[in-house]
Nanobody, 122 residues
Framework: VQLQASGGGLVQAGGSLRLSCAAS?????????MGWFRQAPGKQRELVAVSQSGGTTNYAASVKGRFTISRDNAKNTIFLQMNSLKPEDTAVYYCAARLFSISSDPMEYRYWGQGTQVTVSS
């Protein structure tokens, strides 16, 4: 399974960005849970939002109401719509995938994308 993330960039506080992550590979299917984690300099990688087939999602408290995760199973792609961005959202954002159920622990995800930088200026 390969994951290709895109959509990061520089935005002012209060702005919006949309991240995409396309999965590929012979074994990939809609049975995979997929999601987004982020890592700021000097900090541990943390959950942003994850989604599993059937619609179950989980969001970090810090992004609830501002970020929305969605998926297009036909295209093996997930999206992260980020609104009302804050400087503290600045980080490298990684998409990840694991079989079946979601988890908030990044250590439980086997597959990772390359990361995309999101920078929010104040």
């Amino acid at each position: 399974v390969q994951l290709q993330a895109s959509g990061g960039g520089l935005v002012q506080a209060g702005g919006s960005l949309r991240l995409s992550c396309a999965a590929s590979g012979r074994t990939f299917s809609s049975n995979y849970a997929m999601g987004w984690f982020r890592q700021a300099p000097g900090k541990q990688r943390e959950l942003v939002a994850v989604s599993q087939s059937g619609g179950t999602t989980n969001y970090a408290a810090s992004v609830k109401g501002r970020f929305t995760i969605s998926r297009d199973n036909a295209k093996n792609t997930i999206f992260l719509q980020m609104n009302s961005l804050k400087p503290e959202d600045t980080a490298v954002y990684y998409c990840a995938a694991r079989l079946f159920s979601i988890s908030s622990d990044p250590m439980e995800y086997r597959y990772w994308g390359q990361g995309t930088q999101v920078t929010v200026s104040s």
